[in-house]
């Protein structure tokens, strides 16, 4: 059974910061593009970072470069999301997401179609 089973969200304040892990189990994590989207209340679903495990590409959105650093353990098929400097509007439920046949730079583009998901963690900002 595929699973991919976020952790780490919480409360928060700005400035502050929170590591998401996103576990996987039950397919070959080498072979797979896995990260992060977010989706904000009354917002649409957008992707944040994404590490490609085949040739260690990553992707950031803008909003985020410089303040998050995505990783991958590939001995513990996890991977991570360092959340520094956050700030309230990186209020969200953070997602992760996983496939094999794309690469770090078009997950978010992708998304409609990407085989794995997780149920999402909930990361809250307070100013």
């Known amino acids: 059974e595929v699973q991919l089973v976020e952790s780490g969200g919480g409360l928060v304040q700005a400035g502050g910061s929170l590591r998401l892990s996103c576990a996987a189990s039950?397919?070959?994590?080498?072979?797979?593009?896995i990260g992060w989207f977010r989706q904000a209340p009354g917002k649409e679903r957008e992707g944040v970072s994404f590490?490609?495990?085949?040739?260690?590409?990553?992707y950031y959105e803008d909003s985020v470069k410089g303040r998050f650093t995505i990783s991958s353990d590939n001995a513990k098929n996890t991977v991570y999301l360092q959340m520094n400097s956050l700030k309230p509007e990186d209020t969200a439920v953070y997602y992760c997401?996983?496939?094999?046949?794309?690469?770090?730079?078009?997950?978010?583009?992708?998304?409609?179609?990407?085989?794995?998901w997780g149920k999402g963690t909930l990361v809250t900002v307070s100013s």
């Open positions: 039950g397919f070959t994590f080498d072979d797979y593009t």
């Open positions: 590490v490609s495990n085949t040739d260690g590409s990553t």
């Open positions: 997401a996983a496939d094999p046949d794309t690469s770090a730079e078009i997950m978010d583009v992708m998304e409609p179609v990407l085989d794995y």
